[in-house]
Each structure stands twice: as C-alpha cells, then as structure tokens.
Antibody, heavy 120, light 107 residues
Framework: QVTLKESGPGILQPSQTLSLTCTFSGFSLSTYGMGVGWIRQPSGKGLEWLANIWWDDDKYYNPSLKNRLTISKDTSNNQAFLKITNVDTADTATYYC????????????WGQGTLVTVSS | DIQMTQSPASLSASLEEIVTITCQASQDIGNWLAWYQQKPGKSPQLLIYGATSLADGVPSRFSGSRSGTQYSLKISRLQVEDIGIYYCQQASSATWTFGGGTKLELK
C-alpha cells in the first residue's frame, strides 16, 4: 500500500526558507522508474507543479521558480524534501507530494497536503 | 514552456448526461497527458494517464482520447460522485504543467 505524508512549518515569515518533508511508504526511491514530485495549490486556485526527483537523482524544476527551489531525497529513510527560499505571501498554499512512476502514471498517489501560510 | 489550455472553465450538467472536457497543448506532447479529479477538501486523484489509459480503480465511464494536440476527458453517464474539479497535466517535457481546471457542477 502506497502512502505519502507531507510535513512543514505551518506558518513562516516573508524572506524565510520553507522546508517541506514528504515521508512515504509502499515504494522505494532507489527502485528504477520511481520518483516523487511536489505540487502546490493556493486556496481556491489551480494546481502548480513545482519539482520532480527520480530514482537516479535526476531533478527537474518549474522554470518560473527554479532559482528558489531545491529538491532532494533520503532513500534510506523513505523521504523526499523541498526547500523554497525567500518566500513571500504568494507562496501561501497547500503543498502536496505525489509518487511518480514511469509505468503507472505521473501522479498516481498523493499525500493529504500540508498548508503553508506566509505572513508577517 | 508547454502551455495547457483547458475548456470549459466551468460546466453544469445533469445526471446520466455525457460530459466532455478538453485540453489543448501548445505543442506536441504525444500521449504524455494525464487527467485528475479533485473533490472539495481532498487531494487530486489520477483518472487517466498516457492520454487514454484508465488508472486503477477508476470507473469505466471515464475515458480519455487524443486528436493531435487536443485531448479530451469523457464521462459517459454523469454520476453525483463525479462532481468536482478536473485538471489535465502534461508530462512530455522535463518540466510539467497543469491545465487551469474545469469545475463540474450538477444542473
């Protein structure tokens, strides 16, 4: 059974760095074809893809945010991470992590999401 | 960047009606297209991947098709539980994009 769960600070101030953790089970990021992606959704708005990391450590970023994003993984502990630097109120959103697979669809499994609010 | 233009933005339909949502890609993405359904307060759920393949556990009334760079999601007989917001997403390039979403309501 595949599960994912996001965790984050809840609230942070403008200009700080947002650190998010995705803890998952039911698959391994050391397995060929597997990956984890991050997606966010401001309240009442659409989905925005942020970044992907694959089993071979290939990383891809949304070009509009690329300079501020860093994705990484800890294969031993079944975790993936996303950092967003220099946040502002526009980064307020629910952040999701989701499993990637070369075989069964880009985002077949999603976490429940974690709400991040940027406020002074 | 590849842009995905989804239409309509909102749609009102009756139970048992056929519903079609479309997504236009700004360039060739092959079959690298997925559809998701999102219900209020919930995470999105994968419906279709590879433009036409039904994801596990998804009812067969959902189907996907492709004509060139235009992609369609069809619900053959609308049910109450199908109400929500639908998104397309391209996974062709190294960087991925979602369509703007279609809000499906009951008439």
């Amino acid at each position: 059974q595949v599960t994912l769960k996001e965790s984050g600070p809840g609230i942070l101030q403008p200009s700080q760095t947002l650190s998010l953790t995705c803890t998952f089970s039911g698959f391994s990021l050391s397995t060929y074809g597997m990956g984890v992606g991050w997606i966010r959704q401001p309240s009442g708005k659409g989905l925005e893809w942020l970044a992907n990391i694959w089993w071979d450590d290939d990383k891809y970023y949304n070009p509009s945010l690329k300079n501020r994003l860093t994705i990484s993984k800890d294969t031993s502990n079944n975790q993936a991470f996303l950092k967003i630097t220099n946040v502002d109120t526009a980064d307020t959103a629910t952040y999701y992590c989701a499993r990637l697979s070369l075989y069964s669809g880009p985002f077949a499994y999603w976490g429940q999401g974690t709400l991040v609010t940027v406020s002074s | 960047d590849i842009q995905m233009t989804q239409s309509p933005a909102s749609l009102s339909a009756s139970l048992e009606e056929i519903v079609t949502i479309t997504c236009q890609a700004s360039q060739d993405i092959g079959n690298w297209l997925a559809w998701y359904q999102q219900k209020p307060g919930k995470s999105p759920q994968l419906l279709i991947y590879g433009a036409t393949s039904l994801a596990d556990g998804v009812p067969s009334r959902f189907s996907g098709s492709r004509s060139g760079t235009q992609y369609s999601l069809k619900i053959s007989r609308l049910q109450v539980e199908d109400i929500g917001i639908y998104y397309c997403q391209q996974a062709s390039s190294a960087t991925w994009t979602f369509g703007g979403g279609t809000k499906l309501e009951l008439k």
